[in-house]
């Protein structure tokens, strides 16, 4: 089979005008970056083609794991699937960050015959939003830095000669990092303003990565650009010494990040292998952040078309809660299904029996039968239906085939998922064979929409914030609970105190285990998970939460993907996957 | 009168697709950004329409003032103006950097009715080669200190484990700044990696702002992709343990940073308020750097059009003397005339004998007439058109009219600008009347284009560097020679057992003065610049030397620009200038 880039290269597709004119959307509503991609005007939000309202179908999996269970690759599939059986489909996916594409997991466009095309246009720049966001990001950065450096050094005479009200930030309580969209783990921690008293005034910081910047779960949680602009003028950059949080409005510059983000609000179409559409919008990874492509983009796209097929990161106990508890609490768009992928490699080394290691040869099990192994590892896929099911609505098992598969446990898979709660099985065969190897699955999904469904949430606006972490770790993740550093302790009490229990919270953990530690394989329950730190994220609108040392700014492995990629003689992208 | 952006607003505007379209250029070589920007492809360097190649003209400047002497509206205004008497030009600028946009310069689009529209999304992200420029240098930084730390924690099983050679990189000798497009003066002097022993090793390091990236010089410079390619392997990132270069090749990491910059290496071409064609590309600062649009806007323009008009920035001893010794040196391209901007005020305040300061009133000589203030100050234009002279092109001076000039004042400035030995002299009012407020300039151009001419460099490539920058005082600055830190000299021999006493110099040195010392106005010429430091620009293809301490990495004032930077209730972009 060709390699990923060779597909994409290959594959016939539309001038994304045309992608967009079979949309119904007029050419003044489509700002074209290239041949291929093109930004939607946000006026889409209000003037898309009379038609009903799509269904919308979210895609989650099982814990995943260092094979890779393709659930993006099952995302476009499914949504390539869903026109193949003569529905109308969009997917909405989030844009890549170049860290990963640099580093070890190589782009997210999907894979096989079911990608995004051009694949190295979706995984490089894009349409410049992470740019744009990284930009917006450190202007508050610098202009916090700014006015900390001119009120210490005019002192008494700062007011006198800016004409400004002093903030009096308090270089100790900072709560702004800096960020880069790159994995680079030297600035993780650091000193700056070391120059002498002429350059800045010294004290530490960190960089995290551009999908971890609340700008980034802004992006992707505002309704439209007023709201973008009210959300950002809400950030809480820093406290001032006596404690009060200083914003972005205090500041000034909430103004000038908007306009910075102005044109990074409008989702980028773009086409499958098969040149059906898709809207790439947004990046917040899904450990760290809230992992959900935009709500603008979920809009825009259930005017157009009768399912949109939206994917949220990691297993179900990481993207697919912060879908609820998070997006569609602030959205009201709620999905008709739920998707969940699982492979049968992938639950095998979900049984926690097998070793793998990188670097060292796969065990046997995953390179032949085993339906013991299968069996044991399907406790989690039995997990995730339940913790899907508890939101209210249907689901689906994507089982993602691959070549290894035997029939045996292909049919003790489907058998396990129906067990445990799913109303539809199938198998999917969107690598190899693109939409038609995805209309069993597509099937399953419209007949899924079909059913009732009621959305019904982890916990109430009204409980406290500590509680509401209590119950995430008890009934989102099947463990006994919280322990809370002093830390954690005495900000949950602050921001109680300031009226800010109402907010959900969002939990940065590890995907690799339903537990805070990535060692726990399958479905650990006797576990607390330790809170280290929780942060207000006025903007974006939740409470951010640490579960133990989270790494928010990622490193290059010592054999990075970026050694392999180069152009060729023609020009082309070599070596990017 | 109208504001900038609200004349930007309500300029008539052709599709970018049609601005192509009248140039001749077919539709599969624009690549549109929206509908009013779109980067040409670089097939279009070899495919151009048939035709004689046009003339180029290189506009520089008197030693610029706070007043501002409008280089980029007469660049802008006589590149319409030679449209509006019937000729085809094409202006070639610069991209503007966030840095000053959102510090206290404003935009880069010109102003008036001579600017390039619109005037937002050139001084904004315009098509994102600033931040493709920035990822590719970050990558690059990034990589070496993952090399630097995987080295060091694997030690001896370093080779073993990963299959590659040691680098040794030694990590006080990193010779490869980070950088952001952003005025942040806290990045200037850092130290990172301070996380503990898997968080990085700890060194310093330090931010430059992108336009003064090597890579910046790079883009301005290189021919096509192919010579792109070369040029970062070259990078010099570091040395090692024992002295010797590491570079952008052997890190592995100079094909993946190419991938970064394949669209950045298309020019964007946008148009001015007349709706003639502009190519903005790269954007180098030319006190910082060497100052001068790319190389492949310049030959693609040349083919497209009669007459290219290039601005050089600052002064003629800064963007002129970089664009001859640097740019020509690599391109071939030579100007057929110079064109230097010069106004009342300016050249007033080139006097030396008026007290200009910042927040406080103008001097009345500024307000009305003053001929012998004007007489005085006209030594630093008569200065600057030898300089350019010298370079063996025919000279003709733009008076830049302001409504505050008298005639009186305008004659003597004619008189004396002929008597230096400019070949032609006009004034231009395209700030208020656009191209045809230039014509008089636009037919003193085409006059003087047909003048005879023969480019004559200011040192032969033979002579040491040294010599190089001994000449570059001397006979570029009007001083009387340099001195050498220590350490430049130890640089400089160090250079030249390397090889490397070929190249050119690019000279970091105060814009505000011939001297380097910013307070020295008029014509100074009691002066030896002192070198604090030298570095090689292997990739770029010329030697870098720092005079006195320059900065690289501005900062924000107390009132910045974003203060007033918003969107409004129709979500249109206010408060840039």
């Known amino acids: 089979m060709l390699s990923d880039i060779e597909i994409s290269r290959q594959s016939p597709r539309l001038p994304i005008a045309e992608v967009a004119r079979q949309l119904g959307i007029k050419a003044a509503h489509l700002h074209p970056h290239g041949h291929y991609k093109g930004k ?82 979706m995984n490089l720049h894009l349409t410049g939003d992470f740019h744009a966001l990284s930009a917006a990001h450190n202007l508050a950065s610098a202009a916090l830095d700014a006015r900390l450096f001119h009120e210490r050094k005019l002192g008494d005479r700062f007011s006198a000669s800016t004409g400004l009200a002093r903030l009096d930030i308090d270089p100790a309580n900072i709560l702004w990092p800096r960020t880069l969209d790159m994995n680079d783990r030297a600035l ?61 409005e205090q500041l000034e510059v909430a103004g000038a990040m908007t306009v910075l983000l102005k044109d990074a609000l409008k989702p980028t179409l773009m086409q499958t292998t098969e040149q059906t559409p898709v809207l790439v919008h947004a990046g917040p990874f899904a450990n760290i952040a809230h992992g959900n492509s935009s709500v603008i983009a979920d809009r825009m796209a259930l005017g157009l078309a009768d ?94 085939r691959f070549a290894t598969d035997s029939q045996a446990e292909l049919d003790l898979l489907a058998r396990e998922a129906l067990a445990a709660g799913a109303c539809g099985v199938a198998l999917s065969r969107a690598f190899t064979d693109g939409g038609a190897g995805a209309a069993d699955l597509a099937h399953a999904v419209v007949a899924a929409c079909e059913q009732p469904s ?31 550093s002093d830390k954690a302790r005495q900000q949950l009490a602050r921001l109680s105190a300031a009226g800010q229990d109402h907010l959900p919270v969002c939990m940065a953990k590890t995907p690799l285990s339903l537990s805070h530690d990535p060692a726990r394989k399958g479905v650990p329950t006797d576990f607390e998970v330790p809170i280290e730190e929780v942060k207000l994220c006025a903007g974006a609108g939740f409470v951010y939460a640490l579960a133990g040392p989270v790494m928010t700014m990622p490193g290059l492995g010592s054999l990075p993907a970026y050694r392999h990629i180069d152009i060729d003689d023609e020009g082309n992208v070599i070596g990017l996957s």
Chains 1, 2 share one sequence.
């Not at 997990?383 to 098992?397: F, K, L, S």
């Open 40 to 121: 939607l005007d946000l006026a889409l939000l209000h003037h898309a083609p009379a038609r009903e309202p799509g269904k919308l179908v979210l895609v989650s999996a099982i814990t995943p794991t260092p094979l890779g269970e393709g659930k993006t690759v099952t995302t476009i599939g499914l949504s390539m699937g869903l026109n193949h059986i003569g529905q109308s489909s969009i997917a909405t996916i989030r844009q890549p960050s170049l860290g990963p594409v640099f580093g070890v997991k190589g782009g997210a466009a999907g894979g096989g015959m079911a990608q995004v095309v051009p694949m190295e246009e």
């Open 307 to 400: 399912y949109v097929v939206t994917e949220a990161g990691f297993g179900s106990d990481m993207g697919l809660e912060k879908f609820f508890n998070i997006k569609y609490r602030q959205s009201g768009l709620a999905p008709a299904c739920v998707v969940l992928v699982a492979t049968v490699r992938g639950l095998k080394a979900n049984s926690g029996l097998l070793d793998i290691r990188p670097g060292q040869p796969l065990p046997a099990s995953l390179q032949g039968e085993d339906l013991p192994t299968l069996k044991a590892g399907c406790a989690n896929l039995a997990w995730h239906i339940q913790n899907a099911r508890r939101y209210g609505v249907p689901v689906v098992v994507a089982i993602n």
């Open 454 to 484: 009621e959305i019904r949430l982890l916990y109430p606006d009204e409980m406290s914030l500590a509680a509401k972490l209590a119950t995430l770790v008890e009934c989102g993740y099947g463990g006994r609970g919280i322990t809370l």
């Open 188 to 248: 993780r921690h650091l000193t700056l303003g070391q120059g002498g008293p002429a350059d800045g005034v010294e004290r530490l910081d960190r960089f995290v990565i551009t999908a971890a910047s609340e700008l980034m779960a802004i992006l992707a949680l505002a309704r439209d650009l007023k709201d973008l602009r009210a959300r950002i003028g809400r950030i809480q950059l820093a406290l001032d010494l006596g404690g009060q949080p200083v914003t972005a």
